[in-house]
């Protein structure tokens, strides 16, 4: 942003015209404060005293324009751009002056990026014009007053309040000889102000909790309302720098819009101007940006879901981990040429039973499961394949057994994105605080929106529940880290504190800042007030004292891991589709054989009845028969008689 530098030399008609000395002094106090830049100048000295003012400025490589009336001073007042830098010099002993000056305060330019140059006329005059404007602690406003008659003084002149005193100080002197003004106090502002001398600063805090107001210097229940207490012990911090005196109001909300635009809480108190300063720190977002100025960041913590790390087998198949895929296949090769090897070995063989292909289908998989073989071979190359076959397998099943257990006591850090967690099986909870019962509801994006509705109006618990229930597993839970580090350094075993993640939720959120209302003349102070409270170390005491870092895990390996049926599921996935594919192969038997045994007794009735056909197929009728004569080879009775039919 350009710096432009404004000069308004206002002068009576008729008045004395100022000398050289002030001419130079004028350029010197631009030097001192600003870099030259453009200049209107409002004058009413006689035009050759005006001549030799804008050569005098012109030789300084100063661009000069002039106005004549107190009327188009008025209206550069109003032209003036509030996103610039602009100095105003003022004759106090001019006729208008009160006028432009009361202009220039209806119009808020006694503000920081304003600068003021009053050349001193009548002290007590003087005194009362500026008595009624609004100097306050981030006007800078500089009245040279001279002293003799080649020396002038730089003196500062503000009010801590609007109800105070005007307060004087020296910056710096000026005189003839000299190279340029020599500062007499240090040239930042707000330095020089730091002492506000038991001024009232209006503060907002925030208070979640009742019970928090009776511990906000202790750390009894520190997990609770953590953030204001310790951005409480930090503003008491920042009160004893400011030397200043505090009215604070609790409320029990950060604040949020309402349909009209209007907010609530500690941004409702900002927005209104009713509070200087919000002593609890509060999230950057960029609906607070047009009414809140954030200064500091004064807490380490943040809110993010936090989790255990899932057992690897919560989200893939480790039975298929401890190969390669070129280990796999090549084992496979390996077994097969095997098989191969052995079923030709066998066919050589002089055996009594036969050796078929399922055979030693089976004989290969029960190597490979370490399970014996009812297939014997009675040959040297026979024996010498199944030796080979079983001793390869042993090894391949001793290392995928080993890989195994390994696998089941390990954890997965697969889940990284938003996404990763909506589609990861694990519960979902949220921390209730205000906040989140906001953010979560308003998220828009789709992964966002359908993590809220996965979470659900009853997920959200207190920060106790939710971290019980991340002690057990399988549970994510959105909290603030400092406090929830807290919980969890109190209640999990050493082992349990390994494995932690976190997956940021609010993107667009960063770390809490403390924030002041745009309209505060205690904005720079209380933002250098803030940093010497870093830079001396009390931040990060304070932050110690009341935030607990992420445990760390210091004896990982050492839990004993109970295996469950999620780490067993490809086993007992595979045992089921087994089972039914054998119960399928069943009953295709059953029906087969079913199936067949009527084909076969179809066809036995049939060729009986065909058979019979042909058996009785003579000239002579049944009954034209006579009795059959006696079986001689059986002695029975039987009548039945075959006929032969002749050829």
């Known amino acids: 942003m350009s710096r432009l530098t404004v000069i308004m030399l206002c002068f009576a008609t008729g008045s004395q015209a100022r000398d050289f000395l002030t001419m130079a002094f004028i350029g010197a106090a631009l030097r001192f404060r600003t870099p030259a830049a453009p200049v209107s100048a409002f004058i009413c000295w006689e035009t050759e005293n005006v001549h030799g003012f804008v050569r005098y400025l012109s030789e300084k490589n100063v661009l000069l324009s002039t106005q004549t009336t107190v009327q188009d001073s008025v209206t550069q007042l109003r032209a003036t751009s509030r996103n610039r830098h602009v100095t105003f010099v003022v004759d106090m002993a001019c006729q208008g002056t009160s006028a432009i000056l009361k202009e220039a305060n209806s119009l808020d330019l006694f503000r920081t990026q304003f600068r003021w140059l009053l050349l001193e006329g009548s002290k007590l005059s003087d005194t009362d014009m500026l008595l009624g404007l609004n100097l ?7 009245v040279g007053r001279r002293v003799s008659e080649n020396r002038f003084r730089l003196m500062e002149v503000y009010k801590r309040g609007t109800r105070e005193g005007l307060v004087w100080g020296e910056t710096g002197t000026w ?52 953030i204001t207490k310790v951005n409480d012990v930090l503003f008491h911090h920042i009160v004893d720098v400011l030397n200043a005196s505090v009215e604070t109001t609790v409320v029990d909300t950060w604040g949020y819009p309402d349909s009209a635009g209007n907010w609530s809480g500690l941004t409702g108190y900002l ?35 936090i989790f255990r790390q899932p057992p690897l087998s919560f989200v893939t198949n480790i039975f298929t981990l401890p190969f390669s895929r070129s280990v796999w296949l090549a084992s496979a090769a390996l077994i097969a040429v095997a098989g191969a090897s052995l079923y030709f070995a066998l066919k050589c063989e002089k055996r009594r039973d036969e050796v078929t292909g399922s055979d030693i289908t089976l004989l290969s998989l029960g190597a490979v499961c370490q399970q014996g073989t009812t297939v014997e071979a009675e040959s040297m190359p026979g024996r010498i394949v199944l030796f080979v076959l079983f001793t390869t397998v042993i090894f391949l099943y001793t290392a995928y057994s080993a890989c195994i257990v390994a696998l089941l006591q390990s954890s997965t850090d697969a889940i990284r994105t938003l996404k990763d967690l909506l589609n990861s099986g694990l519960t979902l909870g949220v921390e209730d605080v205000v906040y989140n019962r906001h953010y979560f509801p308003a998220a828009s994006d789709p992964i966002r929106r359908a993590i809220y509705n996965k979470v659900g109006a009853d997920r959200f618990m207190s920060l106790e529940e939710g971290v019980e229930k991340l002690r057990k597993g399988l549970f994510a839970f959105h909290m603030e880290l400092g406090p929830g580090y807290e919980l969890i350094s109190d209640t999990f ?28 003349p205690l904005t720079e102070i209380l933002s250098v ?18 935030y607990q870092t992420k445990p760390k895990c210091v004896t990982r390996g050492s839990m004993f891991v109970s295996v469950g049926l999620v780490d067993c599921y490809a086993a007992l996935l595979m045992l089921a589709c087994g089972l039914l594919f054998s119960g399928a192969v069943l009953l295709m038997e059953f029906l087969t054989m079913t199936l067949h045994s009527y084909k076969n007794s179809v066809v036995t009735f049939d060729d009986r009845e065909e058979h019979l056909v042909r058996d009785t197929d003579v000239s002579l009728r049944p009954d034209q028969l006579g009795p059959a004569p006696p079986n001689r080879y059986h002695g029975s009775s039987d009548r039945s008689v075959k006929l032969i039919t002749p050829i």
């Open 175 to 226: 005189q003839l000889d000299a190279a340029g003004v020599e500062p007499t106090s240090s040239h930042i502002l707000s330095v020089r102000r730091t002492n506000i001398h038991k001024s009232v600063l209006k503060a907002v805090m925030v208070v979640t909790n009742n019970d928090t107001l009776n511990h906000l210097s202790d750390t009894i229940n520190k997990h609770i309302d953590t």
């Open 493 to 520: 075993l050493d082992e349990e504190k390994c494995g932690l993640q976190t997956i940021n939720f609010l993107i667009e959120i960063v770390e809490p800042w403390v924030g002041v209302s745009k309209t505060t």
């Open 529 to 546: 007030a803030y940093r010497k409270v870093k830079e001396f170390g009390l931040q990060h005491r304070e932050n110690s004292r009341f």
């Open 271 to 305: 927005q209104r101007s009713e509070a200087d300063i919000g002593a609890t720190g509060m999230f950057v977002t960029k609906e607070r940006i047009p009414f809140v100025r954030y200064i500091a960041s004064t807490s380490v913590t943040r809110n993010a879901f």
């Open 136 to 142: 306050l602690l981030d006007s800078d406003v500089v």
